[in-house]
């Protein structure tokens, strides 16, 4: 049975910095290409962030450039997401997920919840 259990969520102030950690079991974590998501009320969940599965390229939706980055440790089964400035509109419930090289992404986490005060 895959799991993926996300962590690290919670309320900080515009500017303030969080890191979400994303911890899979059931899967060979290394064959996976990993990805965050997140979803604000009311709207779709969109795309974040994506890191290759040697964690040698990384991928980002323009509104997190500079702010985010995205790494995973293998050995731990473990995908990350630094979270820098953070701004308002970055409040949502975030999701990571797992994908193989072809295909849509397949498994996903259950979500944390981040909070940006102004």
């Known amino acids: 049975q895959v799991q993926l259990v996300e962590s690290g969520g919670g309320l900080v102030q515009a500017g303030g910095s969080l890191r979400l950690s994303c911890v899979a079991s059931g899967l060979t974590f290394g064959s996976y290409e990993m990805g965050w998501f997140r979803q604000a009320p009311g709207q779709e969940r969109e795309w974040v962030a994506a890191?290759?599965?040697?964690?040698?390229?990384?991928t980002y939706t323009d509104s997190v450039k500079g702010r985010f980055t995205i790494s995973r440790e293998n050995a731990k089964k473990t995908v990350y997401l630094q979270m820098e400035s953070l701004k308002p509109g970055d409040t949502a419930v975030y999701y990571c997920?797992?994908?193989?090289?072809?295909?849509?992404?397949?498994?996903w986490g259950q979500g944390t919840q981040v909070t940006v005060s102004s």
């Open positions: 997920a797992a994908k193989l090289i072809i295909g849509p992404y397949k498994y």
């Open positions: 890191v290759s599965r040697s964690g040698g390229s990384t």
